[in-house]
């Protein structure tokens, strides 16, 4: 069984950054898709970004791209999500997610949460106006 801890949330002002982390445990393949999803209350989990097993190549939301970076450790079994120029409408809890393949053929897959067999408990984002 995966194990995934998110850590880093918090509550800040428009334009300040986090850096959310994630940490991976327990039996799992090397280097799986990992992605981080966001649920704002009373609304949808959505897709923020994702990365290969192998770092090369990520992908993010159109409300994100530009700001939020994500990145990996696999020596550390640990996935980021830098967070910068946050907006109120980034405040929502952040999931972490780990895939089932190391990458996927289609993008469609990386955005997608069916694609993701493993999630974490979540962390809050809070920002304020």
């Known amino acids: 069984q995966v194990q995934l801890a998110e850590s880093g949330g918090g509550l800040v002002q428009a334009g300040d950054s986090l850096r959310l982390s994630c940490v991976a445990s327990?039996?799992?393949?090397?280097?799986?898709?990992m992605g981080w999803f966001r649920q704002a209350p009373g609304q949808e989990r959505e897709f923020a970004a994702a990365?290969?097993?192998?770092?090369?190549?990520?992908y993010y939301a159109d409300s994100v791209n530009g700001r939020f970076t994500i990145s990996r450790d696999n020596a550390k079994n640990t996935v980021y999500l830098q967070m910068n120029t946050l907006k109120p409408e980034d405040t929502a809890v952040y999931y972490c997610?780990?895939?089932?393949?190391?990458?996927?053929?289609?993008?469609?897959?990386?955005?997608?949460?069916?694609?993701?067999?493993?999630w974490g408990q979540g962390t809050q984002v809070t920002v304020s106006s």
């Open positions: 997610a780990s895939g089932s393949l190391p990458s996927y053929q289609s993008a469609n897959y990386y955005y997608t949460p069916a694609s993701y067999n493993h």
């Open positions: 327990g039996r799992t393949f090397t280097n799986p898709v």
């Open positions: 990365i290969s097993g192998s770092g090369r190549t990520t």
